[in-house]
């Protein structure tokens, strides 16, 4: 039984990444943060492999998925140092999350939630095929949204990465202590004995 609520608790877990990620994934999509979404796709794929090892008993899927979940904690904790501007990051150089191939910044930035957004026009800021933009009124900072997914993504890989050790500990106990059918121990196996094929004639004496 506690088997199962392990495997069913990693499950909804998993569950919980991935509905997550796909979520990030849209809103990373429509902000053109290549590296993010190169990392959710990775993480979308490790999560669907834990998942798959979950149902499938392989407690080496398993390994992998914590070990990638110590990987995604590590990824997550740098996105809100970086927003947070921690140490020498800055969000000047927020355009690393495109690979520098884009000016776009974060989709929260311009659609947050009473965010009200207000074009400058004829402003020599604005290189070509851009315009420069002034945003106000938002009752979150799009900073402050990012944290807050990433935060989230933390919170659930910790406990994804807990929950897949024991799970995976539960399928190689198991797996270590598997008899075969008709094995030594269960049955008190008792080796073959050897059988003569020396035949014992009768002796006839002449009398």
Known sequence: MGKC???????VICSLQLVAALQRQVFDFLGYQWAPI??????????ILGMFGTVQFRFRYLIF????????????SFI??????????????DFLMTF???LHRSWWMEHGPGCLVTPVLDSRMAPDDHHVITVSGCLLDY??????SSAIQILLALFGFVYACYVSKVFQDDEDSFDFIGGFDSYG???PQKSSHLQLQPLYTAG
């Open 5 to 11: 609520d392990g495997r069913c608790t990693l499950l």
């Open 38 to 47: 190169l990392a959710n796709f990775l993480h979308i794929m490790a999560v």
């Open 65 to 76: 998925y914590a070990v990638w979940l110590v990987l995604w904690v590590g990824w997550n």
């Open 80 to 93: 809100i140092c970086f927003y947070l501007e921690v140490g020498n990051l800055s969000q000047d150089r």
């Open 100 to 102: 520098n191939t884009s």
């Open 143 to 148: 900073q402050y949204i990012e944290v807050l």
């Open 189 to 191: 196996y008792q080796p």
